[in-house]
Protein backbone atom coordinates (compact mmCIF):
# COMPACT_ATOMS: atom_id res chain seq x y z
CA UNK A 1 0.00 0.00 0.00
CA UNK A 2 1.22 3.27 -0.56
CA UNK A 3 1.53 6.10 2.35
CA UNK A 4 -0.89 8.93 1.79
CA UNK A 5 0.26 12.34 1.95
CA UNK A 6 -2.15 15.33 3.47
CA UNK A 7 0.09 17.69 1.62
CA UNK A 8 2.90 18.06 -0.89
CA UNK A 9 4.29 21.37 -0.79
CA UNK A 10 8.16 22.48 -2.54
CA UNK A 11 9.97 24.36 -0.22
CA UNK A 12 12.12 27.65 -0.66
CA UNK A 13 15.61 28.51 0.85
CA UNK A 14 16.10 29.78 4.04
CA UNK A 15 12.97 28.50 5.13
CA UNK A 16 11.47 26.61 8.29
CA UNK A 17 8.70 24.43 8.18
CA UNK A 18 7.01 22.84 10.73
CA UNK A 19 4.36 19.90 11.22
CA UNK A 20 4.50 15.84 10.58
CA UNK A 21 7.09 15.88 7.97
CA UNK A 22 7.34 12.06 6.51
CA UNK A 23 9.64 12.33 3.49
CA UNK A 24 12.00 14.97 1.40
CA UNK A 25 12.52 14.72 -2.23
CA UNK A 26 15.96 16.35 -3.01
CA UNK A 27 15.08 18.16 -6.81
CA UNK A 28 18.13 20.53 -6.14
CA UNK A 29 21.45 19.79 -4.50
CA UNK A 30 22.44 22.01 -1.48
CA UNK A 31 21.89 21.98 2.40
CA UNK A 32 19.53 21.61 4.84
CA UNK A 33 20.47 24.18 7.89
CA UNK A 34 18.64 22.03 10.83
CA UNK A 35 15.99 20.03 11.76
CA UNK A 36 14.18 18.25 14.45
CA UNK A 37 13.41 14.67 14.38
CA UNK A 38 10.54 12.74 15.89
CA UNK A 39 7.54 10.50 15.38
CA UNK A 40 4.67 13.01 14.99
CA UNK A 41 1.59 10.95 14.82
CA UNK A 42 2.62 7.62 16.72
CA UNK A 43 1.09 8.04 20.30
CA UNK A 44 3.53 8.68 23.02
CA UNK A 45 5.93 10.44 20.85
CA UNK A 46 3.01 12.60 19.29
CA UNK A 47 4.73 16.24 19.06
CA UNK A 48 2.83 19.74 19.54
CA UNK A 49 4.39 22.49 17.68
CA UNK A 50 3.65 26.25 18.14
CA UNK A 51 5.93 27.47 15.19
CA UNK A 52 8.98 26.16 15.77
CA UNK A 53 9.14 25.12 19.95
CA UNK A 54 8.05 22.24 21.54
CA UNK A 55 5.16 21.97 23.55
CA UNK A 56 5.91 19.09 24.72
CA UNK A 57 9.77 17.94 25.53
CA UNK A 58 9.65 14.33 25.86
CA UNK A 59 8.51 13.65 22.52
CA UNK A 60 11.76 15.41 20.93
CA UNK A 61 13.55 12.65 19.78
CA UNK A 62 17.28 14.40 18.28
CA UNK A 63 17.99 17.48 16.54
CA UNK A 64 20.70 18.85 14.11
CA UNK A 65 22.16 22.49 14.09
CA UNK A 66 24.96 21.64 11.88
CA UNK A 67 23.93 22.31 7.90
CA UNK A 68 24.12 18.70 5.68
CA UNK A 69 24.46 18.59 2.10
CA UNK A 70 21.80 16.38 0.32
CA UNK A 71 21.95 15.42 -3.54
CA UNK A 72 19.07 15.84 -6.37
CA UNK A 73 17.20 12.92 -6.64
CA UNK A 74 18.22 11.28 -2.93
CA UNK A 75 15.33 11.05 -0.73
CA UNK A 76 15.48 12.05 3.04
CA UNK A 77 13.42 9.43 5.39
CA UNK A 78 12.02 11.10 7.91
CA UNK A 79 9.62 11.82 10.69
CA UNK A 80 10.23 15.19 11.58
CA UNK A 81 8.70 17.86 13.45
CA UNK A 82 10.55 21.03 11.75
CA UNK A 83 13.53 21.19 9.17
CA UNK A 84 15.18 25.06 7.61
CA UNK A 85 15.85 24.89 4.45
CA UNK A 86 18.73 26.28 4.01
CA UNK A 87 19.83 26.22 -0.66
CA UNK A 88 18.29 22.91 -1.27
CA UNK A 89 15.02 22.24 -3.44
CA UNK A 90 13.08 19.71 -1.46
CA UNK A 91 9.63 18.20 -2.12
CA UNK A 92 8.54 18.03 1.75
CA UNK A 93 5.47 15.70 2.26
CA UNK A 94 3.67 15.75 5.49
CA UNK A 95 1.09 13.46 7.11
CA UNK A 96 -2.16 14.81 8.51
CA UNK A 97 -2.04 17.94 10.72
CA UNK A 98 -0.52 21.24 10.54
CA UNK A 99 1.84 22.80 8.61
CA UNK A 100 3.55 26.10 8.97
CA UNK A 101 6.14 28.13 6.98
CA UNK A 102 8.31 30.64 8.92
Known sequence: MQ???HKIISSSQNTEY???L???HVLESGSILNATLGYPDDGYYKLTLTGSQ?????SMVGTFN???TV???SNVD???GRVKV???GLLLYFSNGKVTEN
Open 22 to 24: VKA
Open 78 to 80: LPA
Open 66 to 68: TPI
Open 71 to 73: TAG
Open 54 to 58: FDNSE
Open 18 to 20: TGS
Open 3 to 5: PRY
Open 86 to 88: GTA
